[in-house]
């Protein structure tokens, strides 16, 4: 169970993928006719901080102690593994850079290749596998397993509406990311929100 000033009561729950939880939110929906707002998915991120030797584990942007006092932050790494005819092969070397992939292996076998990549959960668990469909015209096929948790250059990312912070809508990102993320959701936002008397 988790708490939020904006949102009020709610859960974090575990899918399996995005199918799974829209399936999961429609049944909801239909047989106990639940109103439901889905925020995005979260990964575990492993902290440590400057004063203390135990790692710290936090599940959402909330839980994100002050930068000031964390010496490191580290993220889950999985090991991708990827079966694709070969003539999708650079759209989804592409689309695996876009993720922050780290390249691994290429093995062709007759007609089919073989990837292996490095992926960040956080970037895998958005729209990996629906855009790795659409770049192979749904040819490709995805293994994944857990490989370790990696240092990341991660910042919290707090949207304010009129000047006060919801923090439903906070969420955790790689800096590079920082900035792009945080304008594509302020422009949907604006879109969303009925207009107001405030920018």
Do not use: W
């Not at 990964?43 to 440590?48: A, D, L, P, S």
């Not at 857990?146 to 990312?157: A, P, R, T, Y």
């Amino acid at each position: 169970p988790i708490s939020s000033a904006a949102l009020g009561n709610g859960f974090h729950c575990g899918f399996l993928g995005l199918l799974h939880a829209e399936i999961v939110q429609e049944r909801l929906s239909r047989e106990f006719d639940l109103n439901m707002i889905a925020t995005a998915p979260s990964v575990e991120y492993e902290i440590r901080r400057k004063t203390q030797d135990v790692s710290l584990k936090i599940q959402s942007a909330s839980e994100f102690p002050d930068p000031s006092v964390i010496e490191e932050v580290k993220e889950p790494i999985m090991q991708v593994k990827i079966f694709t005819p070969k003539r999708y092969v650079g759209p989804i070397m592409q689309l695996a850079q876009e993720k922050r992939g780290e390249y691994v292996d290429l093995k062709y076998l007759a007609e089919q290749a073989e990837f292996t990549y490095l992926i960040p959960l956080a970037d895998m668990i958005i729209d990996f596998f629906d855009r790795l469909k659409s770049v192979s015209e749904g040819y490709a096929s995805l293994d994944y397993e857990f490989f370790e948790f990696q240092h990341v250059d991660v910042v919290k990312i707090d949207i304010l509406v009129n000047h006060e912070k919801v923090d439903a809508l906070s969420f955790l990102v790689g800096s590079e990311q920082a900035q792009r993320r945080g304008r594509e959701i302020v422009e949907r936002l604006a879109e969303v929100i009925p207009r107001q008397q405030f920018t």
